[in-house]
């Protein structure tokens, strides 16, 4: 059947072929590129701009001529999870002509050239959108104390001064404070972080986000957290595997820039790849060899059926499967022979695993009945990961934003250590995402510190700290966890959102949303109207980092040095302006709040640059800097030698660190403790990898939300595979039958840039589904769907694919809630609209754990097309 001649009116998402080449031309296609996804994109060339919409019949202007210009480098900010690459902007007469990426050295496979994704090229529309937030404003009905509070989130706005802003703002601070303690505050980001700590603090919050259980639980086993601690070779070692298993992650849209190439360079050295995931994603259809699809929160049960395999069929003599040599010098917990110090003998894993310590053995039948995984698959995947001397056994951090996941890394290390696949070379146990995906080890460069000194504030006032998922609930019950299961009580009365998205990115978003109109004052900083400012009284709009003076970010072996490309647009201030004024008129020094200029902090980061030495030895000075330098800066320092000179620094605005193979800058993770676990010990108490691990067990008992064993035993996590049933042993199912995970998209970064016109119009916010649990509810692709869950509802269209194993739904995290007020429902597909506020074990947020029904939508409520939909604007004040 051929298309239609235009979009399906009834179906306004419906996907044409003709749309699907556009799309795929606009963000270089979902294979994979030499420099990135996306690396073939165009420059983006002016006049058009990013909020331009192509109409049919109108020509695109022509490229623009670039004279009389620079190419300035130029932020690619936000935390993607990518490379953090190179963009330039051209500019002429304070305007941006035209942004390029990287094409500062030859692109090589041992140096590529760090080239931007789409999101990177799209940052002109954050910059220059019709969305910036151009004034100060105040909502039309908020008075001190609050005013129509109901009317947050549809209220009008009036626009004011800077002056009458700031003042109203440290009048309303200064009043809480009075009358209700420092206790009453509530600050989700920092960047007025000096701001409140000079007024003796507020309460904060705390709790993993983007690493799950990883952020506490790997550190403490031994392995690390894949950020601040890395347990994976290097990029160029990673082509020295014969097997890379990847459990639970897509570089390709959740860490864009040069990671699939990393791993595409491995593939094309010989490697296999299998891809563990419930989704057969973009970075599976580039490498992988075999999909094996798993239900969300089961990775644990599937990997505890592997082990039974393992210890199952291992025969030392003829079918060695187990690396007991390294199990018994290298790790303590895995038998009653090899306990930690005071530690009961029964609390073993093998003893576990094998169903000796609870009567329940871990065979593959029983993982199979809750991972989705067959018994007979299940040892074929264990059987040939230990097999395979040179594996990498890799995941990210997906599996673990999972709710009661507190022991899936310890499983996971288990795994790991069972079949020795540490510390060698080609081979490595851990985490592989975000910037630090498929090149791990310490960094080979790096910039100096700002220079700033720690601000002397007041006494401190308040140490409540509040996990994410109980924010709402403190508002509105005024109770939250302490310690040890303490509950306290609480009286909140302002939110400052200064620097974060908390409204939009913590679970539970409805109740937030209520919580928002329950308090007496709530502020916003930001450049865009999002989805806090949208619920605020008073909006401060900030600059973005092409309107700030300088900002220097990297990775293990490049660094960036970005300058300010224009000036601040409109009426934008930045933060550190806005913390020094509100401070002023509370009392505060403001010279106190900004103790260097930014010339001054930028030369103190530039002077302290340093990079690695040659064969690794040492480090030494980047950058050369002169006296006339010193003078043009307008600022003090001492001249030095370095690598590269300060012009060709801001010229290019990136330094990379050439590698070769046999360079000495190479590494193996747990290298020189695989060989000496007694002169390397590890930092856990017995300076081994702790499959039984007291360390976690106590810190999750002191956190006080659940409590775990010291082994790596699951537990059904809360609203996961187990809660879709009615009744899980008759296989009754539930009125939530389905399992949804939030994903990555790669339309933004968490809720950035969802507010792009471009990346709206190449990558929709759809809602994937299987097709077999469409055509139970009669649903094709392009429909309307109302998607329920225990606390809330979203309507997106449907996406309708094999690619999902079936059960398992999904659908993009970040995109700002659009509520409509006379419903309930939200018309973007916001996550958290879904995602219940759950909090267990150490305090992490479990979002690919929730249970969802998906049913035909027939309401009064229509749907314009992402792409199609106006910009986000303030209402009344423009």
């Known amino acids: 059947m051929s298309d239609p001649p235009g979009r399906d009116q009834n179906r306004p998402y419906h996907l044409h072929?003709?749309?699907?080449?556009?799309?795929?031309?606009?963000?270089?296609?979902?294979?994979?590129?030499?420099?990135?996804?996306?690396?073939?994109?165009?420059?983006?060339?002016?006049?058009?701009?990013?909020?331009?919409?192509?109409?049919?019949?109108?020509?695109?202007?022509?490229?623009?001529?670039?004279?009389?210009?620079?190419?300035?480098p130029a932020a690619c900010w936000h935390n993607c999870g990518g490379q953090r690459c190179l963009l330039a902007a051209y500019v002429v007469d304070g305007q941006v002509l035209a942004v390029k990426s990287d094409d500062t050295q030859p692109d090589t496979p041992h140096a590529p050239q760090m080239r931007a994704c789409a999101r990177g090229r799209a940052q002109e529309g954050q910059v220059f959108g019709p969305d910036r937030l151009r004034h100060p404003m105040k909502r039309r009905n908020w008075q001190p104390g609050g005013g129509r509070r109901e009317l947050r989130g549809m209220d009008e706005w009036e626009r004011i001064s800077w002056d009458e802003a700031l003042d109203l703002t440290a009048a309303e601070l200064e009043r809480i404070l009075g009358e209700h303690g420092n206790e009453s505050i509530l600050e989700l980001g920092s960047t007025l972080r000096h701001l409140f700590t000079g007024l003796g603090g507020a309460v904060i919050n705390w709790g993993s986000t983007s690493w799950g259980t990883w952020l506490d639980t790997g550190p403490m086993i031994g392995l690390g957290d894949g950020l601040s601690r890395t347990s994976h070779n290097d990029r160029l070692d990673l082509q020295n595997?014969?097997?890379?298993?990847?459990?639970?992650?897509?570089?390709?849209?959740?860490?864009?820039?040069?990671?699939?190439?990393?791993?595409?360079?491995?593939?094309?050295?010989?490697?296999?790849?299998?891809?563990?995931?419930?989704?057969y994603n973009d970075s599976a259809m580039t490498l992988a060899d075999e999909w094996v699809p798993v239900r969300p929160g089961t990775d644990h049960a599937l990997a505890l059926g592997m082990a039974y395999t393992l210890l199952d069929e291992d025969d030392p003599q003829h079918n060695p499967l187990i690396d007991w040599d390294f199990l018994n010098r290298c790790t303590?917990?895995?038998?009653?022979?090899?306990?930690?110090?005071?530690?009961?003998?029964?609390?073993?894993?093998?003893?576990?695993?094998?169903?000796?310590?609870?009567?329940?053995?871990?065979?593959?039948?029983?993982?199979?009945?809750?991972?989705?995984?067959?018994?007979?698959?299940?040892?074929?995947?264990?059987?040939?990961?230990?097999?395979?001397?040179?594996?990498?056994?890799?995941?990210?951090?997906?599996?673990?934003?999972?709710?009661?996941?507190?022991?899936?890394?310890?499983?996971?290390?288990?795994?790991?250590?069972?079949?020795?696949?540490?510390?060698?070379?080609?081979?490595?146990?851990?985490?592989?995402?975000?910037?630090?995906?498929?090149?791990?080890?310490?960094?080979?460069?790096?910039?100096?510190?700002?220079?700033?000194?720690?601000?002397?504030?007041?006494?401190?006032?308040?140490?409540?700290?509040?996990?994410?998922?109980?924010?709402?609930?403190?508002?509105?019950?005024?109770?939250?966890?302490?310690?040890?299961?303490?509950?306290?009580?609480?009286?909140?009365?302002?939110?400052?959102?200064?620097?974060?998205?908390?409204?939009?990115?913590?679970?539970?978003?409805?109740?937030?949303?209520?919580?928002?109109?329950?308090?007496?004052?709530v502020l916003t900083l930001n450049f865009v109207y999002n989805t806090n400012a949208r619920y605020s009284d008073v909006v401060l709009p900030v600059t973005t980092q092409w309107e700030r003076h300088s900002y220097f970010k990297g990775n293990r072996s490049h660094l960036t040095w970005a300058r300010q490309v224009v000036e601040p647009q409109y009426e934008a201030r930045d933060d550190s302006w806005i913390a020094a004024e509100l401070g002023r008129r509370l009392g505060l020094d403001p010279a106190e709040m900004l103790p260097?200029?930014?010339?001054?902090?930028?030369?103190?980061?530039?002077?302290?640059?340093?990079?690695?030495?040659?064969?690794?030895?040492?480090?030494?000075?980047?950058?050369?800097?002169?006296?006339?330098?010193?003078?043009?800066?307008?600022?003090?320092?001492?001249?030095?030698?370095?690598?590269?000179?300060?012009?060709?620094f801001r010229e290019k605005g990136i330094y990379v660190v050439p590698r070769r193979p046999g360079d000495g800058l190479g590494h193996i993770a747990f290298e020189a403790f695989r060989k000496d676990p007694r002169g390397h010990p590890l930092s856990t108490p017995s300076g081994r990898f702790e499959l039984h691990c007291q360390t976690i067990a106590d810190h999750v008992r002191s956190v006080g939300f659940s409590r775990i064993d010291p082994i790596p035993v699951y537990r059904p996590p809360a609203e996961g595979y187990e809660e879709t049933f009615d009744d899980f042993e008759r296989g009754i199912k539930g009125p939530f039958p389905l399992q949804l995970m939030t994903l990555h998209y790669r339309r933004r970064t968490h809720s950035v840039f969802d507010n792009v016109a471009w990346l709206r119009e190449a990558f929709p916010q759809e809602f994937i589904m299987n097709t077999l649990d469409a055509e139970a509810r009669n649903l094709a692709t392009g429909d309307i769907v109302l998607i329920r869950s225990r606390h809330g509802a979203v309507l997106r269209p449907v996406f309708v694919t094999e690619r999902i194993m079936p059960g398992v739904v999904a659908l993009g995290e970040g995109a700002w809630a659009d509520v409509d007020p006379g419903t309930g429902l939200d018309r973007a597909g916001a996550t958290n609209v879904l995602n219940g506020a759950r909090p267990t074990g150490q305090g992490h947020q479990g979002w690919n754990t929730c249970v969802v029904e998906v049913t035909p939508y027939r309401g009064p409520i229509r749907l314009q097309a992402d792409w199609r939909q106006p910009p986000r604007m303030p209402q009344g004040a423009v």
């Open 17 to 72: 072929r003709r749309d699907f080449l556009k799309w795929s031309a606009v963000a270089g296609g979902s294979a994979l590129v030499v420099g990135g996804l996306g690396a073939g994109l165009p420059l983006l060339r002016g006049p058009r701009l990013p909020w331009d919409i192509e109409e049919p019949g109108v020509p695109a202007p022509g490229p623009v001529r670039l004279t009389g210009g620079e190419w300035i």
């Open 332 to 521: 303590v917990g895995f038998d009653r022979e090899h306990m930690p110090a005071g530690a009961h003998p029964d609390d073993n894993v093998r003893d576990y695993v094998l169903g000796r310590r609870d009567g329940v053995p871990k065979t593959p039948e029983w993982a199979a009945r809750t991972c989705g995984v067959s018994a007979p698959r299940i040892r074929r995947l264990a059987r040939r990961i230990a097999r395979t001397r040179r594996t990498a056994l890799l995941t990210a951090w997906a599996p673990a934003r999972t709710h009661d996941s507190d022991s899936w890394p310890q499983m996971f290390l288990t795994l790991g250590c069972m079949m020795g696949h540490l510390g060698q070379t080609g081979r490595m146990t851990g985490v592989s995402c975000w910037e630090r995906t498929a090149d791990g080890g310490p960094f080979l460069i790096g910039p100096g510190g700002s220079g700033v000194p720690p601000l002397r504030g007041a006494p401190r006032r308040t140490t409540a700290r509040i996990n994410n998922s109980e924010l709402w609930d403190a508002v509105l019950e005024g109770e939250y966890t302490a310690r040890e299961g303490d509950r306290r009580s609480i009286d909140l009365r302002a939110i400052v959102h200064d620097g974060a998205s908390a409204l939009n990115q913590v679970s539970g978003l409805l109740k937030g949303i209520e919580a928002h109109r329950r308090v007496e004052f």
């Open 241 to 279: 595997c014969e097997l890379i298993v990847l459990w639970g992650g897509n570089p390709a849209w959740s860490a864009q820039g040069n990671t699939m190439y990393y791993y595409l360079q491995a593939r094309r050295a010989g490697a296999k790849f299998i891809f563990i995931d419930p989704y």
């Open 596 to 648: 260097l200029s930014p010339e001054q902090e930028e030369f103190n980061r530039l002077a302290g640059a340093w990079v690695v030495g040659p064969q690794g030895q040492g480090r030494e000075r980047l950058v050369t800097i002169t006296e006339e330098d010193i003078r043009e800066m307008g600022v003090q320092g001492q001249p030095q030698k370095g690598r590269i000179t300060l012009a060709e």
